[in-house]
């Protein structure tokens, strides 16, 4: 068996404005200066820690630690209403259900995939493990959340599949082949640069990529 390991955040789900408001208000919050969409989606699929030091380089680690939780918390409580799962997502997850052990590897925080997976209705048991940024040291692009997985689930062979270039550097990093989707905020060409094994449209094609996969095995 195979392990598919997924991203989160604009792979199986429409979830950008949804942190984009969130950290505007966190922004707000705690008295900084609000930076553009454009410049957020910019490091969008960074861990919010590391997204906030590109922003706010001169913040102090502590100040940067209280953006992140108030960011959670707005996250959860409030602009969780505008995240939607991705066409195709649940459909292609449940039919490869049966063939792959599932993990989905997040640079957000476990509590926040699971309420994001609540918001979508995406069924938290399509996935055999559930891996947040800090349930290992150190978050995509390091590879850390995919040898996790392999760990626990004591497999080797498996797909990286994510929609951002640091998903395929995780991926290329930890050893398996890496499937880009590009439903994300990073270009085609994008993601291109990086060399990942596949490029999809989007997380809807990835099935039948996977059984011409296995019939040329």
Do not use: W
């Amino acid at each position: 068996m195979q392990l598919l390991c997924f991203d989160l955040d604009n792979t199986l789900v429409r979830s950008s404005k949804a942190h984009i408001q969130a950290f505007k208000k966190a922004f707000k919050k705690n008295k900084l200066k609000i930076k553009t969409d454009k410049k957020l989606l910019e490091f969008f699929s960074l861990e919010s820690s590391q997204l906030i030091k590109k922003l706010y380089p001169a913040l102090k680690e502590k100040q940067r630690e209280k953006v992140v939780m108030d960011h959670d918390a707005f996250l959860i409580k409030d602009t969780i209403k505008y995240t939607k799962a991705i066409p195709g997502a649940k459909e292609t997850l449940n039919k490869l259900k049966k063939d792959y052990e599932i993990a989905i590897l997040s640079n957000c925080k476990h509590k926040e995939i699971l309420a994001i997976l609540k918001a979508t209705k995406i069924n938290k048991n399509h996935f055999d493990k559930i891996i947040g940024n800090d349930d290992v040291k150190h978050p995509k692009p390091a590879p850390d959340e995919i040898i996790k997985a392999k760990q626990l689930l004591k497999l080797n062979d498996g797909y990286m599949i994510g929609d951002s270039i640091y998903d395929i550097r995780a991926g290329k990093k930890a050893k398996v082949k890496t499937i880009a989707v590009c439903t994300g905020n990073h270009t085609k060409a994008q993601l291109q640069k990086e060399k990942p094994y596949a490029i999809l449209k989007s997380i809807k094609n990835l099935e039948k990529f996977l059984k011409k996969e296995a019939s040329h095995e």
